[in-house]
């Protein structure tokens, strides 16, 4: 079943499927980089944590960056109700897990331990691109703020 996002202009529109490009964007990214470390796991444990490295430096340096921009730019536009405070909640609840499997996957010894952390973060970002289109953009609908605003200024 197609999800229902609102959108009160054809900017708005046009912003919820630029935002829905870039979570699939980043989790493809994700996906193929968690694969690439799982393929890595039976080699010698250098090459294992070579494509470790690459998935956390990428973590770092292009996924926690953007996560946290949309969430300081669309959750404090969400209009007040208890419903959207508890898609926020949750959405923050799976940006703190995001955060502590990179952080464990840096520090990983073993390559079973990187594995598992590596799913992990991948798990943990599908639940919140899911949290984020299913819940937070509908609801960012309702938002004083244009949602091709808020766009935007993730994008600057």
């Known amino acids: 079943m197609e999800k229902l996002v609102l959108a009160s202009t054809g900017a708005d529109a ?3 499927v630029a935002i829905e490009r870039r979570h699939t964007e980043l989790g493809t990214a994700a996906a193929m980089k968690t694969l690439h470390v799982l393929n890595m796991v039976p080699r010698p444990y250098d090459v294992v944590r070579a494509a470790r490295d ?3 430096w990428w973590a770092y340096s292009r996924l926690q960056p953007y996560l946290e ?3 300081d730019l669309f959750f404090p536009a969400l209009p007040s109700s208890s419903e959207a405070d508890d898609a926020a909640r ?12 990179v952080t464990r996957l840096r520090t990983d010894d ?3 331990d990187i594995a598992a952390d590596a799913i992990a973060l ?3 970002l599908t639940a919140f691109f899911e949290t984020q289109q299913h819940r937070i ?5 309702f938002s004083r703020r244009p949602i091709h ?3 935007q200024l993730v994008n600057t």
């Open 69 to 71: 921009r949309e969430a």
């Open 137 to 141: 953009l509908p609801y960012l609908a």
């Open 54 to 56: 690459d998935l956390v």
């Open 122 to 124: 991948r798990s943990h």
């Open 14 to 16: 046009d912003a919820v």
């Open 110 to 112: 073993t390559a079973h």
């Open 149 to 151: 605003e808020l766009w």
């Open 90 to 101: 949750d959405a923050r609840y799976r940006l703190t897990e995001i955060a502590a499997a």
